[in-house]
Protein backbone atom coordinates (compact mmCIF):
# COMPACT_ATOMS: atom_id res chain seq x y z
CA UNK A 1 0.00 0.00 0.00
CA UNK A 2 1.50 3.25 -1.20
CA UNK A 3 -0.18 5.09 2.10
CA UNK A 4 2.43 6.40 4.43
CA UNK A 5 2.81 6.40 8.13
CA UNK A 6 0.34 9.25 9.03
CA UNK A 7 -2.64 7.07 8.28
CA UNK A 8 -1.40 4.08 9.79
CA UNK A 9 -2.90 5.45 13.05
CA UNK A 10 -6.18 5.85 11.66
CA UNK A 11 -7.87 3.05 13.76
CA UNK A 12 -10.10 2.40 16.05
CA UNK A 13 -9.11 0.53 19.25
CA UNK A 14 -12.14 2.32 21.76
CA UNK A 15 -13.08 -1.08 22.11
CA UNK A 16 -11.53 -4.47 23.07
CA UNK A 17 -8.28 -3.53 20.63
CA UNK A 18 -5.95 -5.23 23.51
CA UNK A 19 -7.15 -8.46 22.03
CA UNK A 20 -6.82 -7.97 18.40
CA UNK A 21 -3.38 -6.76 19.47
CA UNK A 22 -1.93 -10.08 20.62
CA UNK A 23 -1.41 -11.29 17.27
CA UNK A 24 0.07 -8.07 15.92
CA UNK A 25 4.21 -7.75 14.78
CA UNK A 26 6.68 -6.43 17.40
CA UNK A 27 7.82 -3.70 15.17
CA UNK A 28 4.03 -2.07 15.29
CA UNK A 29 2.92 0.38 16.98
CA UNK A 30 -0.41 -1.68 17.69
CA UNK A 31 1.69 -4.40 19.75
CA UNK A 32 2.47 -1.97 22.13
CA UNK A 33 -0.69 -0.89 22.71
CA UNK A 34 -0.97 -3.61 25.32
CA UNK A 35 1.92 -1.99 27.80
CA UNK A 36 -0.38 1.27 27.72
CA UNK A 37 -3.50 -0.37 28.49
CA UNK A 38 -4.02 2.06 31.96
CA UNK A 39 -6.61 4.40 33.13
CA UNK A 40 -6.01 7.42 34.77
CA UNK A 41 -7.30 6.37 37.96
CA UNK A 42 -5.08 2.56 37.67
CA UNK A 43 -2.39 4.75 37.25
CA UNK A 44 -2.90 7.85 40.00
CA UNK A 45 -3.44 4.43 42.00
CA UNK A 46 -0.01 2.98 41.21
CA UNK A 47 1.36 6.00 41.89
CA UNK A 48 -0.05 6.44 45.32
CA UNK A 49 0.89 3.17 46.14
CA UNK A 50 4.34 3.38 45.03
CA UNK A 51 4.49 6.97 47.44
CA UNK A 52 3.31 4.66 50.31
CA UNK A 53 4.62 1.49 50.34
CA UNK A 54 2.46 -0.25 52.59
CA UNK A 55 0.44 -3.01 50.07
CA UNK A 56 2.21 -5.07 47.93
CA UNK A 57 2.81 -2.79 44.69
CA UNK A 58 2.38 -6.25 42.69
CA UNK A 59 -0.82 -6.98 43.40
CA UNK A 60 -2.03 -3.26 42.80
CA UNK A 61 -0.83 -3.90 39.55
CA UNK A 62 -2.97 -6.48 39.27
CA UNK A 63 -1.15 -8.57 37.15
CA UNK A 64 -1.07 -6.11 34.15
CA UNK A 65 2.05 -3.85 34.80
CA UNK A 66 2.31 -1.09 32.53
CA UNK A 67 4.82 1.54 30.82
CA UNK A 68 3.41 4.39 30.88
CA UNK A 69 3.86 5.07 34.61
CA UNK A 70 7.55 4.16 34.02
CA UNK A 71 8.18 6.61 30.70
CA UNK A 72 6.76 9.22 32.25
CA UNK A 73 7.38 9.11 35.44
CA UNK A 74 11.03 9.21 34.71
CA UNK A 75 10.65 12.34 32.13
CA UNK A 76 8.49 14.07 34.52
CA UNK A 77 11.63 13.46 37.08
CA UNK A 78 13.78 14.64 34.98
CA UNK A 79 12.22 17.74 34.01
CA UNK A 80 10.83 18.61 37.45
CA UNK A 81 14.59 18.22 38.35
CA UNK A 82 15.58 20.71 35.68
CA UNK A 83 13.55 23.15 36.79
CA UNK A 84 13.68 22.78 40.59
CA UNK A 85 18.09 22.84 39.84
CA UNK A 86 17.69 26.18 38.27
CA UNK A 87 15.56 27.66 40.78
CA UNK A 88 18.00 26.59 43.67
CA UNK A 89 21.31 27.76 41.27
CA UNK A 90 18.76 31.56 40.95
CA UNK A 91 18.51 31.20 45.27
CA UNK A 92 21.76 30.39 45.55
CA UNK A 93 22.88 33.46 42.68
CA UNK A 94 20.57 35.64 44.86
CA UNK A 95 21.97 34.49 48.12
CA UNK A 96 25.75 35.17 46.56
CA UNK A 97 24.71 38.45 44.89
CA UNK A 98 25.77 36.97 41.76
CA UNK A 99 24.17 37.30 38.44
CA UNK A 100 22.61 34.13 37.58
CA UNK A 101 22.79 32.23 34.37
CA UNK A 102 20.99 28.65 34.07
CA UNK A 103 23.32 26.12 33.19
CA UNK A 104 21.13 23.82 30.32
CA UNK A 105 23.89 20.40 31.67
CA UNK A 106 21.40 20.18 34.04
CA UNK A 107 18.63 18.51 31.92
CA UNK A 108 21.16 16.31 30.24
CA UNK A 109 22.59 14.86 33.08
CA UNK A 110 19.32 14.47 34.57
CA UNK A 111 18.24 13.01 31.31
CA UNK A 112 21.26 10.31 31.30
CA UNK A 113 21.03 9.52 34.70
CA UNK A 114 17.08 9.23 35.23
CA UNK A 115 16.54 7.04 31.57
CA UNK A 116 19.84 5.21 33.39
CA UNK A 117 18.25 4.28 36.38
CA UNK A 118 14.79 3.71 35.27
CA UNK A 119 15.36 1.58 32.53
CA UNK A 120 18.99 0.04 32.54
CA UNK A 121 19.45 -0.91 36.03
CA UNK A 122 15.84 -2.56 36.32
CA UNK A 123 17.65 -4.48 33.07
CA UNK A 124 20.57 -5.61 34.65
CA UNK A 125 18.62 -6.33 37.76
CA UNK A 126 16.24 -8.76 35.32
CA UNK A 127 19.05 -10.23 33.60
CA UNK A 128 20.80 -11.33 37.16
CA UNK A 129 17.88 -12.98 38.54
CA UNK A 130 17.07 -14.72 35.10
CA UNK A 131 20.30 -15.78 35.24
CA UNK A 132 20.17 -17.47 38.74
CA UNK A 133 16.91 -18.63 38.07
CA UNK A 134 14.36 -16.06 39.61
CA UNK A 135 11.72 -16.24 36.99
CA UNK A 136 11.59 -12.64 37.38
CA UNK A 137 9.12 -10.55 35.15
CA UNK A 138 10.71 -7.76 32.54
CA UNK A 139 8.00 -5.82 32.72
CA UNK A 140 7.13 -5.58 36.67
CA UNK A 141 10.67 -5.06 37.52
CA UNK A 142 10.59 -2.08 34.72
CA UNK A 143 7.22 -0.71 36.29
CA UNK A 144 8.81 -0.84 39.92
CA UNK A 145 11.69 0.79 39.16
CA UNK A 146 9.81 3.23 37.21
CA UNK A 147 6.80 3.72 39.99
CA UNK A 148 9.87 4.01 42.59
CA UNK A 149 10.80 7.31 41.18
CA UNK A 150 7.50 8.90 41.99
CA UNK A 151 8.82 9.62 45.58
CA UNK A 152 11.26 11.98 44.36
CA UNK A 153 9.15 14.20 42.17
CA UNK A 154 7.38 15.89 45.69
CA UNK A 155 11.27 15.64 47.30
CA UNK A 156 12.75 17.67 44.05
CA UNK A 157 9.89 20.09 44.71
CA UNK A 158 10.89 20.15 48.26
CA UNK A 159 13.77 20.79 47.89
CA UNK A 160 13.77 23.87 46.78
CA UNK A 161 13.94 25.02 50.35
CA UNK A 162 17.21 26.55 50.98
CA UNK A 163 17.82 24.92 54.28
CA UNK A 164 20.64 21.97 54.25
CA UNK A 165 19.65 20.18 56.93
CA UNK A 166 16.22 20.20 55.05
CA UNK A 167 17.37 19.04 51.73
CA UNK A 168 19.54 16.49 53.96
CA UNK A 169 16.17 15.07 55.17
CA UNK A 170 13.75 15.22 52.33
CA UNK A 171 16.68 13.29 50.66
CA UNK A 172 16.49 10.61 53.43
CA UNK A 173 12.69 10.14 52.91
CA UNK A 174 13.13 9.95 49.70
CA UNK A 175 15.99 7.35 49.27
CA UNK A 176 14.35 5.47 52.27
CA UNK A 177 10.33 5.62 51.05
CA UNK A 178 11.44 4.38 47.23
CA UNK A 179 14.42 1.69 49.00
CA UNK A 180 11.99 -0.01 50.79
CA UNK A 181 9.21 -0.15 47.97
CA UNK A 182 11.88 -1.38 45.82
CA UNK A 183 13.35 -4.09 48.11
CA UNK A 184 10.07 -5.24 49.65
CA UNK A 185 8.53 -5.94 46.29
CA UNK A 186 11.22 -7.32 44.94
CA UNK A 187 12.23 -9.85 47.75
CA UNK A 188 9.80 -12.61 46.93
CA UNK A 189 11.40 -13.14 43.32
CA UNK A 190 14.67 -12.77 44.77
CA UNK A 191 13.98 -15.08 47.68
CA UNK A 192 13.90 -18.26 44.91
CA UNK A 193 17.36 -17.75 44.84
CA UNK A 194 20.20 -19.47 46.27
CA UNK A 195 20.86 -17.18 49.63
CA UNK A 196 24.36 -15.71 49.32
CA UNK A 197 23.22 -14.99 45.54
CA UNK A 198 19.84 -13.06 46.83
CA UNK A 199 22.31 -11.20 49.72
CA UNK A 200 24.82 -9.99 46.61
CA UNK A 201 21.87 -8.89 44.49
CA UNK A 202 20.38 -7.20 47.08
CA UNK A 203 23.19 -5.38 48.06
CA UNK A 204 23.73 -4.03 44.01
CA UNK A 205 20.33 -2.92 44.44
CA UNK A 206 21.05 -1.14 47.02
CA UNK A 207 24.10 0.53 45.86
CA UNK A 208 22.38 1.43 42.81
CA UNK A 209 20.02 3.54 44.72
CA UNK A 210 22.05 5.04 46.94
CA UNK A 211 24.15 6.23 44.00
CA UNK A 212 21.33 7.87 42.47
CA UNK A 213 20.30 9.69 45.52
CA UNK A 214 23.76 11.26 46.06
CA UNK A 215 23.87 12.01 42.74
CA UNK A 216 20.42 13.98 42.89
CA UNK A 217 21.94 15.78 46.07
CA UNK A 218 25.07 16.58 44.94
CA UNK A 219 24.39 17.24 41.09
CA UNK A 220 20.79 19.24 41.67
CA UNK A 221 20.46 20.32 45.70
CA UNK A 222 23.76 21.49 46.62
CA UNK A 223 24.38 25.11 47.72
CA UNK A 224 27.11 26.03 45.46
CA UNK A 225 26.02 24.02 42.63
CA UNK A 226 26.15 27.02 40.24
CA UNK A 227 30.12 27.28 40.52
CA UNK A 228 30.59 23.65 40.73
CA UNK A 229 32.66 21.49 38.88
CA UNK A 230 31.17 19.45 36.08
CA UNK A 231 32.39 16.45 37.18
CA UNK A 232 29.83 15.00 39.69
CA UNK A 233 32.06 14.18 43.10
CA UNK A 234 32.94 10.47 43.59
CA UNK A 235 29.45 8.75 45.09
CA UNK A 236 30.55 6.65 47.27
CA UNK A 237 28.20 3.91 47.60
CA UNK A 238 26.68 4.24 51.05
CA UNK A 239 24.20 1.88 52.20
CA UNK A 240 23.23 4.18 55.30
CA UNK A 241 20.72 6.25 52.53
CA UNK A 242 18.35 4.08 53.03
CA UNK B 1 -19.81 22.13 -5.10
CA UNK B 2 -19.50 18.43 -4.59
CA UNK B 3 -22.38 17.72 -6.53
CA UNK B 4 -21.65 20.39 -9.02
CA UNK B 5 -18.18 18.49 -9.82
CA UNK B 6 -19.99 14.81 -9.43
CA UNK B 7 -21.72 16.13 -12.45
CA UNK B 8 -19.11 16.71 -14.83
CA UNK B 9 -17.41 14.07 -13.18
CA UNK B 10 -20.02 11.44 -14.84
CA UNK B 11 -20.37 13.25 -18.00
CA UNK B 12 -16.87 11.94 -18.53
CA UNK B 13 -17.35 8.74 -17.66
CA UNK B 14 -13.74 9.10 -15.97
CA UNK B 15 -14.56 8.38 -12.74
CA UNK B 16 -16.64 4.92 -13.94
CA UNK B 17 -14.56 2.87 -11.75
CA UNK B 18 -15.95 2.92 -8.44
CA UNK B 19 -12.75 0.43 -7.14
CA UNK B 20 -10.56 3.34 -6.88
CA UNK B 21 -12.78 4.85 -3.76
CA UNK B 22 -13.25 2.39 -2.38
CA UNK B 23 -9.63 1.08 -2.49
CA UNK B 24 -8.62 4.07 -0.59
CA UNK B 25 -11.50 3.42 1.96
CA UNK B 26 -11.93 6.63 2.38
CA UNK B 27 -14.97 7.75 0.75
CA UNK B 28 -17.04 9.00 4.06
CA UNK B 29 -14.61 11.75 4.19
CA UNK B 30 -13.42 12.01 0.82
CA UNK B 31 -16.45 12.28 -2.02
CA UNK B 32 -14.68 13.79 -4.36
CA UNK B 33 -11.05 12.54 -5.09
CA UNK B 34 -10.69 14.51 -8.25
CA UNK B 35 -9.94 17.70 -6.16
CA UNK B 36 -6.15 15.32 -5.54
CA UNK B 37 -6.03 15.59 -9.10
CA UNK B 38 -3.84 19.11 -9.52
CA UNK B 39 -0.60 17.59 -9.04
CA UNK B 40 1.02 20.36 -7.17
CA UNK B 41 1.02 19.17 -3.52
CA UNK B 42 1.27 15.11 -2.81
CA UNK B 43 2.11 14.78 0.69
CA UNK B 44 -0.35 13.81 2.29
CA UNK B 45 -0.72 10.24 2.99
CA UNK B 46 -4.33 9.90 2.44
CA UNK B 47 -3.76 10.48 -1.16
CA UNK B 48 -2.89 7.92 -3.37
CA UNK B 49 -0.85 9.23 -6.31
CA UNK B 50 -3.02 10.10 -9.01
CA UNK B 51 -1.13 9.36 -11.78
CA UNK B 52 -1.35 5.53 -11.12
CA UNK B 53 -3.49 4.08 -13.71
CA UNK B 54 -6.82 2.64 -12.33
CA UNK B 55 -7.82 -0.51 -12.70
CA UNK B 56 -10.42 -0.59 -15.95
CA UNK B 57 -9.71 2.25 -16.67
CA UNK B 58 -8.00 2.92 -20.03
CA UNK B 59 -4.90 5.39 -19.82
CA UNK B 60 -5.77 9.07 -21.50
CA UNK B 61 -3.81 11.27 -23.00
CA UNK B 62 -2.58 14.72 -21.49
CA UNK B 63 -4.40 16.58 -23.79
CA UNK B 64 -8.32 15.19 -23.35
CA UNK B 65 -7.67 14.64 -19.60
CA UNK B 66 -10.69 16.15 -17.91
CA UNK B 67 -8.46 18.36 -15.51
CA UNK B 68 -9.24 21.58 -17.11
CA UNK B 69 -13.15 21.30 -16.85
CA UNK B 70 -12.82 20.25 -13.56
CA UNK B 71 -10.82 22.51 -12.23
CA UNK B 72 -12.21 25.08 -14.15
CA UNK B 73 -15.45 24.24 -11.89
CA UNK B 74 -13.60 24.12 -8.69
CA UNK B 75 -11.83 27.62 -9.63
CA UNK B 76 -15.28 29.25 -9.63
CA UNK B 77 -14.81 28.61 -5.71
CA UNK B 78 -11.92 29.30 -5.42
CA UNK B 79 -11.40 32.63 -6.95
CA UNK B 80 -12.14 34.05 -3.98
CA UNK B 81 -9.91 31.69 -2.12
CA UNK B 82 -6.79 32.60 -3.69
CA UNK B 83 -7.58 36.07 -3.08
CA UNK B 84 -7.98 35.91 0.98
CA UNK B 85 -6.35 32.63 2.65
CA UNK B 86 -6.81 29.14 2.00
CA UNK B 87 -9.25 28.86 5.10
CA UNK B 88 -12.18 29.65 2.69
CA UNK B 89 -11.81 26.49 1.04
CA UNK B 90 -11.95 24.40 3.62
CA UNK B 91 -15.26 25.37 5.27
CA UNK B 92 -16.83 25.45 2.34
CA UNK B 93 -17.98 21.97 2.51
CA UNK B 94 -17.79 19.19 5.26
CA UNK B 95 -16.92 16.40 2.61
CA UNK B 96 -13.72 18.09 2.60
CA UNK B 97 -11.45 15.75 4.50
CA UNK B 98 -7.89 15.42 5.43
CA UNK B 99 -5.01 17.05 3.36
CA UNK B 100 -7.53 18.24 0.78
CA UNK B 101 -7.78 22.21 2.20
CA UNK B 102 -5.03 23.25 -0.26
CA UNK B 103 -5.93 21.10 -3.05
CA UNK B 104 -8.93 22.83 -4.03
CA UNK B 105 -7.31 26.06 -5.33
CA UNK B 106 -7.45 25.52 -9.11
CA UNK B 107 -4.57 27.73 -10.22
CA UNK B 108 -1.99 26.19 -12.98
CA UNK B 109 0.86 25.67 -10.73
CA UNK B 110 2.86 24.87 -13.11
CA UNK B 111 4.06 27.89 -15.02
CA UNK B 112 4.04 29.98 -11.90
CA UNK B 113 6.96 31.57 -10.48
CA UNK B 114 8.73 29.89 -7.85
CA UNK B 115 8.58 33.09 -5.44
CA UNK B 116 5.44 32.58 -6.17
CA UNK B 117 4.82 28.68 -5.06
CA UNK B 118 7.16 30.19 -2.16
CA UNK B 119 4.56 32.68 -0.78
CA UNK B 120 1.48 30.26 -1.15
CA UNK B 121 3.28 28.00 1.14
CA UNK B 122 4.55 31.04 3.23
CA UNK B 123 0.61 32.05 3.40
CA UNK B 124 -0.56 28.88 4.52
CA UNK B 125 1.35 28.82 7.43
CA UNK B 126 0.85 32.13 8.20
CA UNK B 127 -2.92 31.02 8.15
CA UNK B 128 -2.12 28.47 10.20
CA UNK B 129 -0.38 30.50 12.87
CA UNK B 130 -3.46 32.82 13.09
CA UNK B 131 -5.60 29.41 13.64
CA UNK B 132 -3.48 28.79 16.38
CA UNK B 133 -3.69 32.61 17.78
CA UNK B 134 -7.38 32.68 17.81
CA UNK B 135 -8.56 29.02 18.00
CA UNK B 136 -12.19 29.81 17.98
CA UNK B 137 -12.23 29.82 14.19
CA UNK B 138 -12.25 26.68 12.33
CA UNK B 139 -10.83 23.44 13.53
CA UNK B 140 -10.32 21.60 10.15
CA UNK B 141 -7.40 23.98 9.14
CA UNK B 142 -4.92 22.45 10.26
CA UNK B 143 -5.88 18.99 9.65
CA UNK B 144 -4.30 19.53 6.72
CA UNK B 145 -0.43 18.97 8.01
CA UNK B 146 2.41 20.78 7.17
CA UNK B 147 5.87 20.65 8.86
CA UNK B 148 7.04 23.94 7.41
CA UNK B 149 5.31 25.37 10.19
CA UNK B 150 6.59 23.06 12.90
CA UNK B 151 10.42 23.71 11.31
CA UNK B 152 9.77 27.49 11.72
CA UNK B 153 8.73 27.09 15.11
CA UNK B 154 11.14 24.91 16.44
CA UNK B 155 14.39 26.66 14.45
CA UNK B 156 13.32 30.33 15.87
CA UNK B 157 12.74 28.87 19.41
CA UNK B 158 15.91 27.15 19.26
CA UNK B 159 17.63 30.15 17.76
CA UNK B 160 16.73 32.62 20.08
CA UNK B 161 17.39 30.48 23.26
CA UNK B 162 20.56 29.42 22.19
CA UNK B 163 21.58 33.14 21.55
CA UNK B 164 20.63 33.82 25.52
CA UNK B 165 22.20 31.10 26.91
CA UNK B 166 25.99 30.78 28.24
CA UNK B 167 28.48 31.24 25.46
CA UNK B 168 29.97 27.77 26.09
CA UNK B 169 26.42 26.53 25.91
CA UNK B 170 25.01 27.57 22.85
CA UNK B 171 25.39 24.74 20.43
CA UNK B 172 24.43 22.21 23.32
CA UNK B 173 20.66 24.37 23.80
CA UNK B 174 20.43 24.66 19.78
CA UNK B 175 20.56 21.11 19.65
CA UNK B 176 18.75 19.99 22.48
CA UNK B 177 15.78 22.63 22.37
CA UNK B 178 15.65 21.00 18.71
CA UNK B 179 15.78 17.70 19.76
CA UNK B 180 12.92 18.24 22.54
CA UNK B 181 10.51 20.18 20.05
CA UNK B 182 10.85 17.11 17.29
CA UNK B 183 10.95 13.97 19.94
CA UNK B 184 8.58 15.62 21.85
CA UNK B 185 6.13 16.08 19.87
CA UNK B 186 6.81 12.65 18.25
CA UNK B 187 6.63 11.17 21.55
CA UNK B 188 3.07 12.55 22.74
CA UNK B 189 1.79 11.18 19.64
CA UNK B 190 2.92 8.04 19.80
CA UNK B 191 1.93 8.00 23.17
CA UNK B 192 -1.77 8.93 22.55
CA UNK B 193 -1.82 6.00 19.76
CA UNK B 194 -0.24 3.52 22.34
CA UNK B 195 -3.21 4.97 24.41
CA UNK B 196 -5.41 3.44 21.68
CA UNK B 197 -6.36 7.74 20.77
CA UNK B 198 -7.65 8.20 17.06
CA UNK B 199 -4.62 10.45 15.77
CA UNK B 200 -2.78 11.18 12.40
CA UNK B 201 0.94 10.85 13.05
CA UNK B 202 2.03 13.78 11.31
CA UNK B 203 -1.47 15.58 11.55
CA UNK B 204 -0.42 15.70 15.34
CA UNK B 205 3.21 16.55 15.11
CA UNK B 206 1.71 19.43 13.16
CA UNK B 207 -0.59 20.86 15.48
CA UNK B 208 1.80 20.40 18.49
CA UNK B 209 4.16 22.02 16.20
CA UNK B 210 2.25 24.99 15.49
CA UNK B 211 0.74 25.74 19.03
CA UNK B 212 4.38 26.60 19.92
CA UNK B 213 4.00 29.75 18.20
CA UNK B 214 2.28 31.84 21.40
CA UNK B 215 5.55 30.67 23.14
CA UNK B 216 7.73 31.64 20.27
CA UNK B 217 6.40 34.94 20.61
CA UNK B 218 7.03 35.24 23.94
CA UNK B 219 10.70 33.87 23.81
CA UNK B 220 11.00 36.77 20.91
CA UNK B 221 9.81 39.59 23.38
CA UNK B 222 11.98 38.26 26.15
CA UNK B 223 15.39 39.15 24.33
CA UNK B 224 14.43 42.68 25.35
CA UNK B 225 12.64 42.10 28.35
CA UNK B 226 14.33 40.92 30.75
CA UNK B 227 12.61 41.43 33.90
CA UNK B 228 10.84 38.70 35.63
CA UNK B 229 8.41 40.22 36.69
CA UNK B 230 6.97 40.85 32.93
CA UNK B 231 8.53 37.51 31.71
CA UNK B 232 6.93 35.55 34.54
CA UNK B 233 3.20 36.35 33.49
CA UNK B 234 4.14 36.36 29.40
CA UNK B 235 5.47 32.34 29.79
CA UNK B 236 2.22 31.90 32.03
CA UNK B 237 -0.24 33.48 29.17
CA UNK B 238 1.51 31.74 26.70
CA UNK B 239 2.04 28.54 28.19
CA UNK B 240 -1.87 28.36 28.91
CA UNK B 241 -1.96 29.36 25.01
CA UNK B 242 -0.75 26.64 23.70
CA UNK B 243 -2.01 24.37 25.74
CA UNK B 244 -5.67 25.11 25.27
CA UNK B 245 -4.75 25.70 21.28
CA UNK B 246 -3.17 22.51 20.97
CA UNK B 247 -6.01 20.91 23.43
CA UNK B 248 -8.92 21.83 21.36
CA UNK B 249 -7.31 20.57 18.47
CA UNK B 250 -7.19 16.92 19.40
CA UNK B 251 -9.81 16.80 21.27
CA UNK B 252 -11.40 14.59 18.90
CA UNK B 253 -9.12 11.79 19.87
CA UNK B 254 -11.10 9.19 21.32
CA UNK B 255 -9.72 8.31 24.56
CA UNK B 256 -12.34 7.98 26.83
CA UNK B 257 -11.54 8.00 30.96
CA UNK B 258 -7.72 7.64 29.98
CA UNK B 259 -7.79 11.34 28.39
CA UNK B 260 -5.71 13.14 30.84
CA UNK B 261 -2.67 10.48 30.76
CA UNK B 262 -3.02 11.55 27.01
CA UNK B 263 -2.98 15.50 27.66
CA UNK B 264 -0.54 15.38 30.54
CA UNK B 265 1.96 14.51 28.38
CA UNK B 266 1.37 17.42 26.12
CA UNK B 267 1.41 19.89 29.32
CA UNK B 268 4.92 18.60 30.51
CA UNK B 269 6.21 19.48 26.89
CA UNK B 270 4.81 22.90 27.11
CA UNK B 271 5.61 23.65 30.62
CA UNK B 272 9.18 22.81 29.94
CA UNK B 273 9.57 24.76 27.03
CA UNK B 274 8.12 27.93 28.47
CA UNK B 275 10.55 27.23 31.34
CA UNK B 276 13.29 27.51 29.09
CA UNK B 277 12.20 30.52 28.01
CA UNK B 278 11.61 31.99 31.50
CA UNK B 279 15.18 31.25 32.65
CA UNK B 280 16.99 31.82 29.56
Not at chain 1, 49 to 69: H, R
Not at chain 1, 167 to 187: E, K, Q, T
Not at chain 2, 103 to 126: A, C, F, K, Q, Y
Not at chain 2, 133 to 148: E, F, H, N, V
Request: proline share 7%; charged share 10%; aromatic share 12%.
Amino acid sequence: MPVGFGSSGIFNPGHANQEQNVNKPIWSIAYYTRFFDVDTSQVLERCFASVIPKDNFLEVMGGSPDLYGPFWIATTVIFVLFVTSSIVDSINAYINKTPYSYNFFHMTFAFGTIYTYAFLVPLLVWGATKYFGCQPNLLEMLALYGYALTIWIPVSILSVIPIELARWILLGIGAGMSGVFLIRNMYPVLSRAEAQIAKIILILVIIFHGVLALLLKYKFFSFNSAGAPEVPPPAVPAPSAL
Amino acid sequence: MSSNNHNSVEADDFLSAPSYVEATSYSDTYDNPFETNIPQRTHSPLIEPDDVPLPGQKPHSPVKAPQPKVSGTIGSTSQANSSSSTSGNIGSGIGLGVGQAMMGSGINTLDEPVSETLLRDLRNVGAKLKQVLYPKGRKDILKDWDLWGPLLMCLALSIVLSIRAQPDQKITVFTWIFIIVWMGSAVVTVNAKLLGGRVSFFQSVCVIGYCLFPLVLVSVISIVVSSIYIRLPLCGVAFAWASWASLGFLSDSNLANRRALGVYPLFLFYFVISWMILIS
